[in-house]
């Protein structure tokens, strides 16, 4: 019987090996840049997947996919600011630093750190955000809050002025 | 005896197990090296996820992807032109759905008035008008211009959009249909029109537009207007068939530089083409549009077959519109 129970464990040690990718197409991502008036987009067609044992994770959008409240103000982010059909795509890749701290098997919100290269507007640079992981039954929600410099990505007159010299940057991702 | 197969049975199957991990680990190796022939990348621990599939190095699979999706999805065209109206006429441009747009329009005198008339800026007619997005292809507006006193609606409905990706649609297409009603006093000596109805107009314009790169966009506009009485006493026809011509020249991000000409086909009588030269200048969320055209009226009729200065001779009126949009429905999805 004994040995039965240790065949178990053995065969158990084989699924250590395994791991989950999560992935999501509909996360959300919306940012703050107002400055005297209010610049606020959000895009609900996030493509992202993360890996659960190395923390490895990538985040990418189509910049047309952000939605504005002002019509004319999200054609001049596209036309004049973003070049959306020059760089079509924003994407991050990183990694969470410290993924070995959740439990994917158990509910609860784990602070997390991210960090790796932000490419928008054709830039890549590096950054680091802090932000939480939340499992609930078995749904993985990330979200995180973080600032870029716009001058860092993208060139204009108006940055500083009518645009806020940051963007606050949401993330809300639902994986599966 | 019992104890004896009891023992081989345990051992076959501990001998079974091992060979498992043992399969399981090689395929873990073997993974392992393909991963990392694709990619440099030291903390990635590759072996088999729970779909079975060898789950790869997800940064080569965003790379990957960007390099192959461009065709899997469909990306269509905007800012053909900067703003519904591209001087006197229509542009492709519909205003989005539930977007009040408040046009307000002005028209100078001509240059050739000079100095006295301070080249024309003493006499100006306008138009006010509001147009509105029913859904992101359809948009009705009304107006009201103060020259001949005319009030008109319209609406406009874009059926082909310009994409590539996924659906590649070279060209974009919009119908607009609009009415005219002038209401200025009859002319007591001219005797001519008898009832309202007679001083209706219509014109349908069908628009097709390209936008050929970020900085140079072109619409072909051929239109009918069709007059219910032609004065005087209907000695004229009804039907009046034009084709505009419009373009838009981006200079700088901040400003355009546009055209608009209208050469009539079927002409009435002592009327010219009506051309226009413009400036659109942006601002956060604001489209300025200066022009100088030889038209006056602010409506398809009154500039497309009722123009009567001409360029030659300075009859060149300097005008503007300005716009205030207003959003008065929010889209639903934008989750704040």
Request: proline share 2%; with cysteine; hydrophobic share 40%.
């Given at each position: 019987?004994?040995?039965?129970?240790?065949?178990?464990?053995?065969?158990?040690?084989?699924?250590?090996?395994?791991?989950?990718?999560?992935?999501?197409?509909?996360?959300?991502?919306?940012?703050?840049?107002?400055?005297?008036?209010?610049?606020?987009?959000?895009?609900?067609?996030?493509?992202?997947?993360?890996?659960?044992?190395?923390?490895?994770?990538?985040?990418?959008?189509?910049?047309?996919?952000?939605?504005?409240?002002?019509?004319?103000?999200?054609?001049?982010?596209?036309?004049?600011?973003?070049?959306?059909?020059?760089?079509?795509?924003?994407?991050?890749?990183?990694?969470?630093?410290?993924?070995?701290?959740?439990?994917?098997?158990?509910?609860?919100?784990?602070?997390?750190?991210?960090?790796?290269?932000?490419?928008?507007?054709?830039?890549?640079?590096?950054?680091?955000?802090?932000?939480?992981?939340?499992?609930?039954?078995?749904?993985?929600?990330?979200?995180?809050?973080?600032?870029?410099?716009?001058?860092?990505?993208?060139?204009?007159?108006?940055?500083?002025?009518?645009?806020?010299?940051?963007?606050?940057?949401?993330?809300?991702?639902?994986?599966? | 005896?019992?104890?004896?197969?009891?023992?081989?049975?345990?051992?076959?199957?501990?001998?079974?197990?091992?060979?498992?991990?043992?399969?399981?680990?090689?395929?873990?190796?073997?993974?392992?090296?393909?991963?990392?022939?694709?990619?440099?990348?030291?903390?990635?621990?590759?072996?088999?996820?729970?779909?079975?599939?060898?789950?790869?190095?997800?940064?080569?699979?965003?790379?990957?992807?960007?390099?192959?999706?461009?065709?899997?999805?469909?990306?269509?065209?905007?800012?053909?032109?900067?703003?519904?109206?591209?001087?006197?006429?229509?542009?492709?441009?519909?205003?989005?759905?539930?977007?009040?747009?408040?046009?307000?329009?002005?028209?100078?005198?001509?240059?050739?008035?000079?100095?006295?008339?301070?080249?024309?800026?003493?006499?100006?007619?306008?138009?006010?008008?509001?147009?509105?997005?029913?859904?992101?292809?359809?948009?009705?507006?009304?107006?009201?211009?103060?020259y001949q006193k005319t009030y008109d609606g319209f609406f406009k409905y874009r059926i082909l959009r310009q994409s590539t990706g996924k659906v590649n649609m070279p060209i974009s297409v919009s119908y607009v249909a609009s009415m005219h009603w002038k209401t200025i006093h009859f002319?007591?000596?001219?005797?001519?029109?008898?009832?309202?109805?007679?001083?209706?107009?219509?014109?349908?314009?069908?628009?097709?537009?390209?936008?050929?790169?970020?900085?140079?966009?072109?619409?072909?506009?051929?239109?009918?207007?069709?007059?219910?009485?032609?004065?005087?006493?209907?000695?004229?026809?009804?039907?009046?068939?034009?084709?505009?011509?419009?373009?838009?020249?981006?200079?700088?991000?901040?400003?355009?530089?546009?055209?608009?000409?209208?050469?009539?086909?079927?002409?009435?009588?002592?009327?010219?083409?009506?051309?226009?030269?413009?400036?659109?200048?942006?601002?956060?969320?604001?489209?300025?549009?200066?022009?100088?055209?030889?038209?006056?009226?602010?409506?398809?009729?009154?500039?497309?077959?009722?123009?009567?200065?001409?360029?030659?001779?300075?009859?060149?009126?300097?005008?503007?519109?300005?716009?205030?949009?207003?959003?008065?429905?929010?889209?639903?999805?934008?989750?704040?």
């Amino acid at each position: 019987m004994k040995i039965f129970i240790a065949s178990i464990f053995m065969l158990a040690s084989i699924s250590v090996f395994a791991q989950k990718t999560y992935s999501t197409k509909t996360g959300q991502i919306s940012f703050d840049a107002s400055a005297t008036v209010d610049i606020k987009a959000v895009n609900n067609q996030v493509d992202s997947k993360f890996i659960d044992n190395t923390g490895q994770m990538i985040f990418s959008l189509l910049i047309k996919s952000f939605k504005f409240a002002n019509g004319l103000m999200e054609d001049h982010f596209n036309e004049d600011y973003m070049e959306s059909t020059k760089f079509p795509k924003a994407d991050f890749k990183g990694y969470i630093s410290n993924v070995a701290s959740v439990n994917f098997a158990k509910n609860g919100t784990y602070p997390v750190n991210a960090d790796g290269t932000l490419t928008i507007h054709g830039v890549a640079k590096k950054v680091a955000a802090p932000g939480t992981i939340t499992v609930n039954n078995g749904k993985v929600t990330i979200k995180t809050l973080f600032k870029i410099k716009l001058k860092d990505f993208i060139t204009g007159s108006y940055i500083g002025s009518q645009i806020a010299e940051e963007a606050a940057i949401t993330v809300n991702c639902e994986y599966q | 005896m019992f104890n004896h197969k009891k023992n081989i049975i345990f051992t076959i199957l501990i001998f079974a197990i091992s060979l498992m991990q043992i399969s399981a680990k090689a395929q873990n190796k073997k993974g392992k090296k393909e991963s990392e022939k694709k990619s440099i990348i030291s903390k990635q621990i590759t072996s088999v996820d729970t779909t079975g599939k060898p789950s790869g190095d997800l940064f080569a699979e965003l790379d990957q992807q960007n390099a192959s999706n461009k065709k899997s999805e469909t990306d269509i065209t905007t800012a053909t032109f900067k703003t519904t109206r591209l001087i006197n006429g229509h542009s492709i441009e519909n205003v989005a759905k539930g977007v009040l747009d408040v046009k307000i329009s002005h028209r100078f005198g001509t240059l050739n008035e000079g100095a006295y008339a301070i080249w024309g800026l003493d006499a100006a007619t306008m138009r006010m008008g509001v147009d509105y997005g029913v859904t992101d292809r359809l948009m009705v507006g009304i107006g009201r211009s103060e020259y001949q006193k005319t009030y008109d609606g319209f609406f406009k409905y874009r059926i082909l959009r310009q994409s590539t990706g996924k659906v590649n649609m070279p060209i974009s297409v919009s119908y607009v249909a609009s009415m005219h009603w002038k209401t200025i006093h009859f002319d007591a000596t001219q005797n001519d029109i008898v009832h309202y109805t007679d001083r209706l107009t219509y014109a349908h314009q069908l628009i097709i537009a390209r936008k050929m790169s970020d900085y140079f966009s072109l619409q072909v506009v051929p239109t009918l207007v069709h007059y219910n009485n032609s004065a005087p006493l209907n000695k004229y026809p009804n039907d009046y068939y034009s084709i505009g011509i419009g373009a838009r020249q981006r200079i700088t991000k901040r400003l355009n530089l546009t055209a608009e000409y209208f050469p009539r086909i079927t002409k009435l009588d002592g009327y010219v083409n009506s051309f226009s030269l413009g400036v659109d200048i942006e601002t956060g969320g604001h489209v300025f549009q200066f022009n100088f055209s030889n038209s006056t009226g602010i409506n398809e009729r009154a500039v497309i077959n009722e123009t009567l200065d001409t360029w030659e001779d300075g009859g060149i009126h300097f005008g503007f519109n300005i716009a205030r949009v207003f959003t008065i429905k929010k889209a639903k999805k934008l989750g704040w």
